[in-house]
């Protein structure tokens, strides 16, 4: 990802939160493709030399869309910890996080950016994957980063096959397959 001003000042940061949330707006009517740079500025109301201060392309405005999410779910091994009833924000699992925050839906179930989002989650968390999880387990580097895709790919079919479910009969299907994931996981323990 190109970023041209990765700035902290306030306006930087608002205009970057405008045009994600326009790319975001656009995917509910449109798919990835389908929209341009001038579509998102039309929709922001900013001009396109703003758009271009802060991103190159779209690719790098679904990247930092793509790392802020996997800023905010937990990895694999973590979801057996997870409490909704905890008080203090924390990291969730992705089929939750999607459940909850509509509207990331359209751009983490269209099926045509399946490959470019597990892709970068595998950028963003695998080698921290990996060093939490060999020193625990009998597996390599190349069969945790295969269980690591595995899952994350698993977990966004399932949301997007299940998503118009009821949140009852969701938790019920999430738990089964944090069940036997997390089984599995544990069955590969150097214990």
Known sequence: MIMVNKSTDRRALHSRELIKDSFLKLLETRNYGSFSITDICNLSKISRST????????????????DDVFSQISSLESMQSYSASQKNPCKMPLCLFIRQNSKYKNVLTDPALSNQIIERYLQSDLQSFIERMLPKSTMTEKQLESILAFQFSGCLNAVRRDINKSDEDWEKSRKAIDKVLISGLYSTSKV
């Open 51 to 66: 758009f271009y201060q802060h991103y190159a392309t779209l690719a790098d405005v679904l990247a930092e869309i793509m």
